[in-house]
């Protein structure tokens, strides 16, 4: 027998999921405002300063090399601690954004990123050099899913996948700046001891001076509404977000503002205890398991090839001609960057909404594929520098214009709000490894293998890439969140345990009509 309070929970648990459709309605159809810029910023320092750090190093090598006698493991262990580093960052972190939120702890990452690339460059000698690389490398792998997901959870749905590509797109100005602060540096022909400290310390600078406008970020609408039952909160940042409140979009709302907003309404803010139980289960359940095979294995396997070529760029140029100097070949980087990556993040930027993410991942890691597999089928290539750098660019460019920036926004957008930062800490952790793997293993493949070898190998991956994508992922464009992850379906299902997602207030609806 069904007992009598069954028709009214049922009743609440309608009333929970239309109230909460209503209140992310605005959010979800809001123009772009001056806030969404902000935040976008923001964020994206936080990947300036990751692909700075990441690609320095290699340089940082090159000149290590010979002062230091590095052995090729040194020089393999030096160039993928900080990645292994990020794949455990991105666990710790992600997991915590969902237990205590994205706020709680965002700007935090950036700090343990500026202390570990002040301390690389202070390291006396290489085992400290790997110590301090790998402190650096937590925060990097930490503000992963945090910039995405925050990001996520703000934009509205036409825009999104524009916005979270263009926090992940200021990789590509990091990408410039490092060959541009390397070749600037080399022709100062200051003493190379000193020139690599100073590449070293200046991946702290971007990352203190964005942490102070992180702490003014308030918590994400969907992460105080869905999980935290913090109605007001969430009903007040939107109307910030979207420009309804009368106040500079610009300006977010902090916490302590939002309370004061309760408080000079006569109201106390609206909330509801936050549940202990744990959601992890969650990414164990249809189709949820499915996309993090998707979402993880396509970032593994581009990261191999990806960060294999990036940070190894310096031997794969070496490798073209070994009579280059390092500054040529920081000339050569430079180019390709700024000529084949950076366009590609732009391009991205501009269509993922419109050709959809599933559609770019494809084709991105197709033309890696075809790229790759030219410079292996006809090993002339690799023998004459403008047709190698020909080929090698169009890789560059459809890698970014391609699964490059897709497996960052993918999974930000298909998980629920419950796990969502988990989910994505989770793939971007795998992403390292796979970038771990790919710097470790790099630069024997070159040299017992050469270059024909080498693009055989990230040939292989890319086709598999190819086909993960094709068999594990949905197309998320255009959609909101709760409509794509089914997070509304799951409170249904759910509505038999207690959640804050259940209880619910008539206030809401005041809220609001405000």
């Known amino acids: 027998m069904v007992d009598g309070g069954e ?40 990947f300036f300063t990751d692909a700075y750090d990441l690609f320095i190093i290699g340089v940082v090598l090159a000149i290590l090399t010979p002062l230091w006698h590095l052995s090729n493991f040194e020089i393999s262990l030096v160039g993928s601690t900080s990645l292994i580093a990020a794949a455990l960052g991105s666990m710790i972190f992600g997991r915590l954004a969902d237990f205590v939120g994205r706020r709680s702890i965002y700007g935090f990452t950036l700090l343990v990123l500026a202390a570990g690339a002040l301390a690389s460059a202070l390291a006396p000698n290489v085992l400290w050099l790997i110590i301090f690389r790998f402190i650096l490398g937590l925060g990097i792998g930490g503000d992963y899913p945090l910039s995405a997901t925050l990001m996520s959870e703000y934009a509205n749905r036409r825009d999104r996948g524009k916005l979270v590509t263009m926090v992940f797109a200021m990789q590509g100005v990091g990408l410039i700046l490092g060959p541009l602060v390397a070749i600037g540096l080399l022709l100062a022909g200051l003493d190379h001891d000193l020139t690599w400290r100073i590449m070293l310390a200046l991946g702290a600078v971007p990352a203190l001076a964005t942490f102070y406008l992180r702490r003014q970020i308030a918590e994400t609408p969907r992460f105080a509404l869905m999980v935290q039952g913090d109605l007001e909160t969430a009903a007040a940042t939107i109307s910030q977000v979207t420009g309804q409140n009368g106040h500079n979009s610009a300006r977010p709302l902090t916490q302590s503002q939002t309370a004061g907003r309760g408080r000079s309404s006569h109201t106390e803010p609206i909330k509801t205890k936050t549940s202990k139980r744990s959601w992890l289960p969650l990414l164990g359940r249809p189709p949820y398991l499915l ?93 004459l520098t403008a047709p190698f750098l020909l080929v090698y660019g169009v890789s560059y460019f459809f890698t970014e214009f391609g699964p490059n920036v897709t497996t960052f926004v993918y999974p930000a957008e298909i998980f629920p709000v419950m796990v969502r930062s988990t989910a994505h800490g989770i793939a971007a952790a795998l992403g390292k490894v796979g ?59 759910e509505a038999s345990v207690p959640s804050p997602l259940l209880t619910e207030s008539v206030a809401v609806g005041e809220l609001v009509s405000r």
Request: aromatic share 10%; hydrophobic share 55%.
């Open 7 to 46: 028709p009214s929970r049922i009743a609440a648990v309608d009333s929970a999921i239309e109230t909460r459709k209503s209140v992310l309605h605005a959010l979800d159809n809001s123009s772009l405002s001056g806030f969404h810029w902000k935040a976008m910023i923001t964020s994206g320092m936080g």
């Open 291 to 383: 996309w993090l095979i998707g979402t993880a294995g396509a970032w593994f396997l581009l990261d191999i090839a990806y960060y294999g070529t990036t940070i190894s760029s310096p031997l794969v140029l070496k490798a073209l001609n070994a009579h280059s100097s390092l500054l040529l070949n920081m000339v050569y980087t430079l180019l390709i960057f700024l000529v084949a990556a950076f366009p590609g993040y732009i391009v991205a930027a501009l269509t993922i909404d419109h050709l959809g993410r599933r559609w770019i991942q494809c084709v991105g890691f197709a033309m890696m594929a075809l790229a790759y597999g030219l410079l292996a089928v006809f090993p002339s290539l690799t023998q």
């Open 435 to 493: 970038a771990f793997i790919g710097a470790l293993i790099f630069p024997f493949l070159l040299s017992s293998f050469h270059l024909p070898g080498v693009m055989t190998f990230t040939a292989i991956i890319s086709v598999a890439g190819l086909v993960l994508t094709l068999l594990t992922l949905p197309e998320p464009s255009g959609r909101s969140l709760e409509e794509i992850s089914g997070e509304y379906k799951l409170v249904e299902q």
